[in-house]
Every structure is written in structure tokens, then in C-alpha cells.
């Protein structure tokens, strides 16, 4: 079926920038969305960034005008650039994808903002 693995996660200071990439490997030519939830201690997992085409995504407001989703479709592959980090930023970020009407997650990677 389909495998989605995260990576680029780690320790960076308020402020500071990341760059997560989610690489799906499998049955991918049924894809029909993939982006990125987050889930902090104590909270629900919510929803950081979506595509759905080239030029359709949809951001949660926080991250609006900090965060960019973006795709390399040759490698299968979905970024997520995060800048202005903040505290608040702080979660395990999973990868999501909707492929042949089915719903796959990756592991998961930490994000800690903290100076």
C-alpha cells in the first residue's frame, strides 16, 4: 500500500527555522492529498498544512504566513518549511496522505522550540 516517512525534525531556538520532509513510498499513483498535523502534550492532533494540487493548500492561522508546504512530485516527497519558530510550535509532527480514498500517517518527528 503506502508508507510515509518523516524526517528533519529537532532542537532550534525561538526564532530559528526547520525544514520537514515527508517521503511516500508504495501504491502513491492514487494519491488525492498529503500534508502535515501536529499534536502537542495534553492537546488534540490539529491540522498545520494541507495540498491538495500544485496551487491548493490550506494553512491552520497560526502558521499562516510562517509555515509553507510544498511538493517534489519526481521524488514523491512533501516539504514542510517552518520559520518564526515559536514555543508554541512545539508538537510531534506527523505526515498525513490520502491515497485511493484511504488514509495513511507517518511516525512522527519532535519539533521543540526552546531557547
Known amino acids: 500500500q503506502v508508507q510515509l516517512v518523516e524526517s528533519g525534525g529537532g532542537l532550534v531556538q525561538p526564532g530559528g527555522s526547520l525544514r520537514l520532509s515527508c517521503a511516500a513510498s508504495?501504491?502513491?499513483?492514487?494519491?488525492?492529498?498529503m500534508g502535515w498535523y501536529r499534536q502537542a502534550p495534553g492537546k488534540r492532533r490539529e491540522l498545520v498544512a494541507m495540498?491538495?494540487?500544485?496551487?491548493?493548500?490550506r494553512y491552520e492561522d497560526s502558521v499562516k504566513g510562517r509555515f509553507t508546504i510544498s511538493r517534489d512530485n519526481a521524488k514523491s516527497t512533501v516539504y514542510l518549511q517552518m520559520n518564526s519558530l515559536t514555543p508554541e510550535d512545539t508538537a510531534v509532527y506527523y505526515c498525513?496522505?490520502?491515497?485511493?480514498?484511504?488514509?495513511?500517517w507517518g511516525q512522527g518527528t519532535q519539533v521543540t522550540v526552546s531557547s
Open positions: 508504495g501504491s502513491i499513483s492514487g494519491i488525492n492529498y
Open positions: 498525513n496522505g490520502n491515497f485511493w480514498g484511504r488514509e495513511y
Open positions: 495540498m491538495f494540487s500544485a496551487t491548493s493548500t
